[in-house]
């Protein structure tokens, strides 16, 4: 191992699961959710594109949402099922970057998308004459855009920054894919001030959406409980639950990963939460969205009866 750290500037990905028949039976379990998802995913973007509708603000940032849910999974299963599979746990300098750059867009990018899906809610719920206009076309494109830009701009400093570390001890990554906070202990200067940068923009880009999130959730509570009609009071509820639903899968595990002092937990326990949220939440959201969404099972029986009605 001495040897090839000192001879390739190449990382070692340790992996999830032991090379032997049980963690390939974990890693055909964590590839099959991996293929729901994506279909999930693609699926429900196919679905609110091909519906005309569905073309409304709250399906097109949900599109997105699902968008960002299939490069996020896209990002680390595929790396990791080759590696275990060829028995190669390297992955190159410029691919750890990347892998990185991506992982880390997605992570900041959806927090803020959740936060504009939250104040998407309270518009149509406590201000539904003026929805037309607070929630126009030109405003949910703005929110996707911002959503996107300020994810990749943050996650842009923090890769470039972790590339440009000197990593003069083992370039083993124990974990999965390569994730900034597993690679810090392996390099040869002190880190805490980047750890510090880490736990703020953590905090900005975790905590101001959660906030934002907490106080729109909390008006459109207080309207809810305040409805009179039964069926308005219900309609919103179920979307207001789904959503709070996806936002506590997101929410949760990171958290406790990125806002807790690393002495409280160990390296194992990261790693089963990373697989939570970069694996199994991204095949749960489209589940949770279309189960419960009557309006998407509509149009999921409108398009396949225009495909059925071609093919005859």
Known sequence: MEKWNQTSDDFILLGLFPPNQKGLLLLLLIISVFVL??????????????????????????????????????????????????????????????????????????????????????????????????????????????????????????????????YCRSRAINHFFCDVPAMLPLACVDTWDYEYMVFVSTSLFLLLPFLGITASYGRVLFAVFHMHSKEGRKKAFTMCSTHLTVVTFYYAPFVYTYLHPKTLCSQAEDKILAVFYTILTPMLNPIIYSLRNKEVLGAMRRVCGMFSSRKK
């Open 37 to 166: 998802a994506c279909l999930g995913n693609s699926g429900m973007t196919a679905l609110i594109f091909l519906d005309p509708r569905l073309h409304t603000p709250m399906y097109f940032l949900l599109s997105q949402l699902s968008l960002m849910d299939l490069m996020y999974i896209s990002s680390t299963v595929p790396k990791m099922a080759i590696n275990f599979l060829s028995g190669q746990k390297s992955i190159s300098f410029l691919g750890c970057g990347v892998q990185s750059f991506f992982f880390l867009t997605m992570e900041c990018s959806e927090g803020l998308l959740l936060a504009s899906m939250a104040y998407d809610r309270f518009v149509a719920i406590c201000h539904p004459l003026h929805y037309p206009i607070r929630m126009s076309k030109m405003k949910c494109g703005k929110m996707m855009l911002g959503s996107w830009t300020l994810g990749s701009i943050n996650s842009l400093a923090h890769t470039v920054y972790a590339l440009h570390l000197p």
